[in-house]
């Protein structure tokens, strides 16, 4: 079936709109939509077989200055939203929930929120920035605010539980943090993607340092077996305590260590090919596609069958590899987009099949909901703004086992949020 992005398309599909049916005026309304409905659609009756069943065709009820939404799933201005039912089940949906994590102790601030992992408790975990508040954030101007510190543990309710780090002797933190991962076994990974970060640190939950791969300032490109590359996203699988980095900023690859000793294991970048760190030029929508990953490579998350989702940002697109480095598939996602690119971060949903696979797009400020079996975008959430719901350079994308979404926000965004899950 030939893959098509549905922002880039306007489907032929059946158009219901749904109205109030318990009174005379609305069953009235009800009866004079047949006619437009079968217009719309019932010429289709020829469709293959093989395509998925559309129900509905939602579009967003925002006026023209930008008034509320009703629907289930906020969406963004002017895009038409598919609602469809796969194989009788609704597409997941969410609702945010606008209080949650708001009420950190002793005045504490967040800056740039970069790094985002729900551990096996259900506990949320962060890294942010304190170093990017301005002298006004951090209350050097008058009544505000203390910067809080890098590291943050929730609670699932968003009570704060554990809080650490930065700089201290013995290891090398990061000059701009990017990038938090909590293990199986409850181990804590940092990366970061200043101009120095060639490195990743390990520690306990309580912020003791365990490990560091890789030396500050010494990084030596894409083939680098030693250092990285001012890395973006760390995983590790818990099958084979294998530690996977999507390194990065500067390199261009899916580097693998052992979790334990630091060893070097493998490493492969676009294709499952050798990278190289040429220079590919500005990303343009006519181009074929490149053969290596445009920097930042900046997730990676796994599968519990084996593949290896990365995240290359800024070709916008997604990578699947299985855990040798083998090539897949991939799937552009918006390819039109220009800046930093719409594939930002990856996770998986929680159901024993993980069927859909949930993209964190920071240009676009959308949620993008994708049936992992095809690849094919089945839907969206979100749009660019400040308020609850919305999104200001969406950064992370985290799941826990209810299917609640979490997502970080870094630029002007700074913040959490929480996005229970509505539909099962």
Not at 49 to 61: H, V
Request: include cysteine; charge should be negative; hydrophobic fraction near 35%.
């Amino acid at each position: 079936m030939k893959q098509v992005d549905t922002l880039d398309r306007i489907d032929n599909t059946e158009v219901t709109h749904h109205r109030p049916t318990d009174s005379l005026l609305g069953l009235w309304h009800h009866l004079l939509l047949i006619p437009l409905v079968c217009l719309l659609g019932c010429s289709d009756s020829n469709a293959p077989d093989s395509a998925p069943p559309i129900q509905t065709l939602q579009k967003s009820e925002r006026n023209s200055s930008h008034g509320s939404d009703h629907s289930q799933v906020s969406v963004a201005d002017t895009v038409n939203v598919e609602t469809i039912i796969a194989d009788g089940e609704p597409l997941p949906s969410f609702k945010v929930d606008p209080f949650w994590g708001s009420d950190m102790p002793d005045d504490w601030i967040l800056g740039e929120v970069a790094g985002l992992s729900v551990d096996a408790h259900d506990h949320v975990w962060i890294v942010h920035r304190p170093r990017t508040l301005d002298a006004r954030q951090r209350g050097e101007e008058g009544m505000c605010c203390i910067p809080a510190p890098p590291v943050i543990e929730f609670s699932s309710s968003g009570s704060v539980l554990r809080s650490w780090g930065g700089p201290e002797d013995g290891f090398d933190w990061p000059e701009n943090e990017h990038g938090i991962h909590v293990d199986y076994e409850g181990h804590v990974w940092i990366g970061g993607n200043g101009p120095s970060d060639a490195h990743i640190l390990k520690f306990t939950a309580d912020g003791e340092f365990l490990l560091q791969i890789g030396r500050a300032g010494q990084g030596g490109g894409s083939n680098d077996t030693e250092n990285l590359g001012r890395p973006a996203a760390i995983e590790v699988d818990p099958h084979t305590n294998e530690l996977y980095v999507a390194d990065g900023y500067r390199n261009r690859r899916l580097v693998v260590f052992d979790a334990i000793t630091g060893q070097y294991k493998r490493h492969w970048g676009a294709y499952g090919e050798q990278p190289n760190d040429l220079e590919l030029g500005p990303y343009t929508p006519a181009s074929a596609p490149a053969r290596q990953f445009r920097t930042p490579v900046h997730d990676v998350t796994l599968a519990n069958d084996g593949l290896v989702y990365v995240a290359d940002r800024t070709n916008n697109r997604l990578q699947v590899f299985q855990r040798d480095g083998t090539f897949q598939t991939e799937r552009s996602i918006r390819p039109s987009t220009l800046g930093s690119g719409s594939v930002s971060a990856l996770v998986l949903s929680n159901d024993s099949e993980q069927r859909w696979l949930f993209i964190a797009d920071g240009t676009n400020n959308v949620i993008w909901i994708v049936e992992r079996q095809s690849l094919e975008v089945r839907s969206h959430f979100g749009r660019l703004g400040k308020n609850a719901g919305q999104f200001y350079r969406l950064h992370n994308l985290d799941i826990d086992s209810r299917g609640n979404l979490y997502t970080t926000e870094v630029n002007a965004g700074q913040r959490v949020q929480k996005f229970n899950r509505l539909s099962q």
